[in-house]
């Protein structure tokens, strides 16, 4: 069995009493507080760029594998190091991001698998920020917010929608 625990992790105090309110979990200020004192199978990494690395290796080092939030880490060294850790210790250290799950795109690809819509010749994506989460908070000044942050998930499309998961295009 899966243990699984919502656990948050911030600096800022009110973030952490509210998040407890509303979700009835423990918080803590400090993210190696957490891995002392929740008992847990996996770590969901969701911080700014950062941490991804730092948090992502403490937790494969506490024993626990990793689902980190796009992009792998803010340096090439880092993610370099964060796959490793994950080959070193035999945990999963796996990067995620929710566009492919949303039905829209899950019944899409059951439709160009079964070729129900024809072969896929080309796709057309809008790079629209429609949040905003990119237009404030340390996302704004990311100097690669559309190519990196939000890129990413229209190239994952395009190799979800093919067919072509861990394939190069």
Known sequence: MIRLL???VDLREEARRNFAKKYQCPVFAVFHEALANVKADAASVAAPDAFHAPCSIASMRAGLD???EKPIAATLDDARHMCGVAQKTGLMLMIRHQLRW???YNKA???VSRGE???LQSL???MSVFSNVCRGG???KLPHLM???LGIHHLDLIRYLKGADGEML
């Open 109 to 111: 690809r059951e439709l």
């Open 138 to 140: 340390y996302r704004s």
């Open 147 to 149: 190519p990196k942050d």
């Open 6 to 8: 919502c656990v948050d």
């Open 124 to 126: 057309e994506l809008d």
């Open 66 to 68: 990793v689902i980190c």
């Open 117 to 119: 819509i024809g072969k």
């Open 102 to 104: 949303l039905p829209l």
